[in-house]
C-alpha cells in the first residue's frame, strides 16, 4: 500500500477475484448438484418446437452495423472530452471555443446520418 | 503494525464485507422485485419459504444449482460458457471505486485512517463507464454463441440498445464532471458536500434524467427490455441457456442495478451524504443504503407501470432525443462553469 498504481492493481485485482471466485463457486456447485443427462433432441436450439430449419450464422440487418461504427464515433468523441471536462478551469475560455468548434465538427457528421436515416429503424 | 499492513488488511475486509453484502441485498432486491410486481398487479407474490415469502431468492438458488446446465450442441461452447462471468464480473470492479463514507482525512479506527473505499482511483467514473461497455459484451457474446435465431436477434437488439444508450450516459456525465473538475467519484462526492440542495441534481437535472433513462436502458429493464421480449423472442440472448448460468446472468442482472443505483447516487444525489448537514452523525454506509433502495423502487415502479417501448421508437429516444440533449447540457454547462468559474 504505498505506490498507489500498484495499489490500484491490487484493489481491483482483489475486486476482480472475488467477483470471479463467486461465480465459479456458482457453476461449480451446480455442476455437482444438477443432473446430467444427453439426448441429441435437448441440445438442439430451441424453435417453438420445431425442428430448427436454418442456421442462426445467417445475415442480418446492417442497421446494426451503421449503428456499431457511429458508436465508436460518438464515444471517441467522448472519451476526448473528458479530460477536458476535467481541466476546464484551468484552461479558461479559449480551451471552451476550441471544444465547441470540435463538437460541431462531429455535429455536421451527426446531422449526415440522421438526414441518411441511419436512426430510422422500420 | 505499520500503516501499510493495516491498509492491506483493511482492504482485505473491506473487499470481501462490500461484495458479500451486496450479493446478499441482491438476494432481497430480487423478492422485493417480485413481491412489488405482486402488490403492483393485485396480486400477493411470493409468500410460502420464510415470513411472508422472504427466503424465496435462496430456495430459487438452490433450485437453480440443481437444474441441468445444458449447452446446445451446435452452440460456440467456450464463448458459450465464458458469456455468464462477463457478464457478471465488471460490476464487482465498479464496487471498487465506490465511496461509501468519507475518505482520507484524520485517524478514525485503531489510530489507523480507515477509508470507506476500496480504491480511490482518479479516473473511477471512467472505469465505471468502460465496465457498462464489457456488459455489452456478455449480451452479444452470450447471443452469438448460442447458435439460435431468437438469441441471435436478442444479443443484436440489446447490443445495439446498449451502445446506443451508452452514450447518452457517456455524454451526460460529462456535466457532472464539468462541475466537480474531477473524474474520482471520491472527489465527486466531496464537491456536493453540505445540505441536499448543494447536491448535482439540482444544476445537472437534465443531466440526472438522461443518465437516469439511459441507465434503465444498460440494464435492460422494461420499458427498455426488447432484448428479451417475451412475446417475440422468447428470452432473447439467453434462451439457450439453463440452469445456474442463467441464474448468472439474472443475478448479475440486481447487482448492476444496485451498483448502477450506487452510481446515480454518488453522482447526482451526493453519495454517502447526509441531505441535511444536522444529520451527518448518521454514518455515510447507512445513507448510500437508504438512497440505494429509494432508487431500486423507482427503477421497480418504472418497470411495472409503462409499457415497453417498439424498437424504432427505442432507438429514436436514445439518437434523437437523448443524445442531442446531453450534448446541449454539456454545452451549456461548460459555458456556464467557465463563465462563473
Same mark, same amino acid.
Request: charged fraction near 15%; glycine fraction near 8%.
Given at each position: /500500500?504505498?505506490?498507489?498504481?500498484?495499489?490500484?492493481?491490487?484493489?481491483?485485482?482483489? /475486486?476482480?477475484?472475488?467477483?470471479?471466485? /463467486?461465480? /465459479?463457486?456458482?457453476?461449480?456447485?451446480?455442476?455437482?448438484?444438477?443432473?446430467?443427462?444427453?439426448?441429441?433432441?435437448?441440445?438442439?436450439?430451441?424453435?417453438?418446437?420445431?425442428?430448427?430449419?436454418?442456421?442462426?450464422?445467417?445475415?442480418?440487418? @446492417?442497421?446494426?452495423?451503421?449503428?456499431?461504427?457511429?458508436? @465508436?464515433?460518438?464515444?471517441?468523441?467522448?472519451?476526448?472530452?473528458?479530460?477536458?471536462?476535467?481541466?476546464?478551469?484551468?484552461?479558461?475560455?479559449?480551451?471552451?471555443?476550441?471544444?465547441?468548434?470540435?463538437?460541431?465538427?462531429?455535429? @455536421?457528421?451527426?446531422?449526415?446520418?440522421?438526414?441518411?436515416?441511419?436512426?430510422?429503424?422500420? | 503494525?505499520?500503516?501499510? &499492513?493495516?491498509?492491506?488488511?483493511?482492504?482485505?475486509?473491506?473487499?470481501?464485507?462490500?461484495?458479500?453484502?451486496?450479493?446478499?441485498?441482491?438476494?432481497?432486491?430480487?423478492?422485493?422485485?417480485?413481491?412489488?410486481?405482486?402488490?403492483?398487479?393485485?396480486?400477493?407474490?411470493?409468500?410460502?419459504?420464510?415470513?411472508?415469502?422472504?427466503?424465496?431468492?435462496?430456495?430459487?438458488?438452490?433450485?437453480?444449482?440443481?437444474?441441468?446446465?445444458?449447452?446446445?450442441?451446435?452452440?460456440?461452447?467456450?464463448?458459450?460458457?465464458?458469456?455468464?462471468? &462477463?457478464?457478471?464480473?465488471?460490476?464487482?470492479?465498479?464496487?471498487?471505486?465506490?465511496?461509501?463514507?468519507?475518505?482520507?482525512?484524520?485517524?478514525?479506527?485503531?489510530?489507523?485512517?480507515?477509508?470507506?473505499?476500496?480504491?480511490?482511483?482518479?479516473?473511477?467514473?471512467?472505469?465505471?463507464?468502460?465496465?457498462?461497455?464489457?456488459?455489452?459484451?456478455?449480451?452479444?457474446?452470450?447471443?452469438?454463441?448460442?447458435?439460435?435465431?431468437?438469441?441471435?436477434?436478442?444479443?443484436?437488439?440489446?447490443?445495439?440498445?446498449?451502445?446506443?444508450?451508452?452514450?447518452?450516459?457517456?455524454?451526460?456525465?460529462?456535466?457532472?464532471?464539468?462541475?466537480?473538475?474531477?473524474?474520482?467519484?471520491?472527489?465527486?462526492?466531496?464537491?456536493?458536500?453540505?445540505?441536499?440542495?448543494?447536491?448535482?441534481?439540482?444544476?445537472?437535472?437534465?443531466?440526472?434524467?438522461?443518465?437516469?433513462?439511459?441507465?434503465?436502458?444498460?440494464?435492460?429493464?422494461?420499458?427498455?427490455?426488447?432484448?428479451?421480449?417475451?412475446?417475440?423472442?422468447?428470452?432473447?440472448?439467453?434462451?439457450?441457456?439453463?440452469?445456474?448460468?442463467?441464474?448468472?446472468?439474472?443475478?448479475?442482472?440486481?447487482?448492476?442495478?444496485?451498483?448502477?443505483?450506487?452510481?446515480?447516487?454518488?453522482?447526482?444525489?451526493?453519495?454517502?451524504?447526509?441531505?441535511?448537514?444536522?444529520?451527518?452523525?448518521?454514518?455515510?454506509?447507512?445513507?448510500?443504503?437508504?438512497?440505494?433502495?429509494?432508487?431500486?423502487?423507482?427503477?421497480?415502479? &418504472?418497470?411495472?407501470?409503462?409499457?415497453?417501448?417498439?424498437?424504432?421508437?427505442?432507438?429514436?429516444?436514445?439518437?434523437?432525443?437523448?443524445?442531442?440533449?446531453?450534448?446541449?447540457?454539456?454545452?451549456?454547462?461548460?459555458?456556464?462553469?467557465?463563465?462563473?468559474?
Amino acid at each position: /500500500m504505498v505506490n498507489p498504481a500498484i495499489d490500484l492493481v491490487i484493489q481491483l485485482g482483489i /475486486m476482480f477475484a472475488i467477483g470471479a471466485a /463467486m461465480a /465459479m463457486a456458482f457453476i461449480s456447485i451446480s455442476h455437482l448438484l444438477s443432473p446430467r443427462s444427453t439426448n441429441p433432441n435437448k441440445s438442439e436450439p430451441y424453435e417453438c418446437g420445431v425442428v430448427p430449419k436454418s442456421d442462426a450464422r445467417a445475415p442480418f440487418n @446492417v442497421h446494426y452495423y451503421l449503428v456499431a461504427v457511429l458508436f @465508436v464515433l460518438f464515444d471517441l468523441e467522448a472519451v476526448f472530452i473528458y479530460p477536458w471536462a476535467v481541466s476546464l478551469r484551468t484552461l479558461g475560455t479559449p480551451a471552451l471555443a476550441e471544444m465547441f468548434v470540435f463538437i460541431a465538427i462531429l455535429l @455536421v457528421g451527426y446531422v449526415y446520418a440522421w438526414k441518411k436515416g441511419v436512426f430510422e429503424w422500420e | 503494525m505499520s500503516d501499510p &499492513i493495516a491498509q492491506l488488511i483493511f482492504l482485505i475486509v473491506k473487499a470481501i464485507l462490500l461484495p458479500v453484502l451486496i450479493v446478499l441485498f441482491v438476494a432481497f432486491v430480487i423478492y422485493f422485485e417480485r413481491k412489488f410486481a405482486g402488490f403492483f398487479q393485485a396480486r400477493v407474490g411470493p409468500t410460502y419459504l420464510g415470513p411472508w415469502g422472504s427466503l424465496q431468492s435462496f430456495g430459487d438458488i438452490f433450485k437453480l444449482m440443481s437444474k441441468e446446465d445444458v449447452t446446445p450442441a451446435r452452440a460456440d461452447k467456450p464463448v458459450f460458457k465464458l458469456a455468464p462471468y &462477463i457478464a457478471f464480473i465488471p460490476a464487482f470492479l465498479v464496487m471498487a471505486v465506490l465511496p461509501f463514507g468519507p475518505v482520507g482525512g484524520e485517524p478514525n479506527l485503531f489510530g489507523y485512517r480507515f477509508d470507506y473505499v476500496i480504491a480511490n482511483f482518479d479516473a473511477g467514473l471512467v472505469l465505471f463507464l468502460a465496465m457498462c461497455a464489457l456488459g455489452v459484451y456478455g449480451v452479444v457474446l452470450a447471443g452469438w454463441s448460442s447458435n439460435s435465431n431468437y438469441s441471435l436477434l436478442g444479443g443484436l437488439r440489446a447490443g445495439a440498445q446498449m451502445i446506443s444508450y451508452e452514450l447518452a450516459m457517456g455524454f451526460s456525465v460529462v456535466g457532472v464532471m464539468l462541475m466537480a473538475g474531477s473524474m474520482s467519484l471520491v472527489d465527486i462526492v466531496d464537491r456536493q458536500a453540505g445540505n441536499f440542495w448543494d447536491w448535482y441534481f439540482i444544476p445537472q437535472i437534465v443531466g440526472a434524467v438522461i443518465f437516469f433513462i439511459a441507465s434503465i436502458a444498460e440494464l435492460n429493464r422494461t420499458p427498455f427490455d426488447l432484448a428479451e421480449a417475451e412475446q417475440e423472442l422468447v428470452a432473447g440472448h439467453l434462451t439457450e441457456y439453463s440452469g445456474m448460468r442463467w441464474g448468472m446472468f439474472y443475478f448479475a442482472e440486481y447487482v448492476n442495478l444496485v451498483v448502477v443505483s450506487a452510481i446515480v447516487s454518488t453522482l447526482y444525489l451526493g453519495g454517502w451524504r447526509a441531505p441535511l448537514e444536522v444529520l451527518d452523525f448518521i454514518p455515510g454506509p447507512i445513507w448510500l443504503f437508504l438512497k440505494i433502495c429509494v432508487l431500486i423502487f423507482l427503477y421497480m415502479w &418504472i418497470r411495472w407501470t409503462i409499457f415497453r417501448y417498439r424498437y424504432n421508437q427505442l432507438m429514436s429516444i436514445g439518437w434523437k432525443v437523448l443524445l442531442p440533449l446531453s450534448i446541449a447540457n454539456l454545452a451549456v454547462t461548460a459555458v456556464v462553469v467557465s463563465l462563473v468559474g
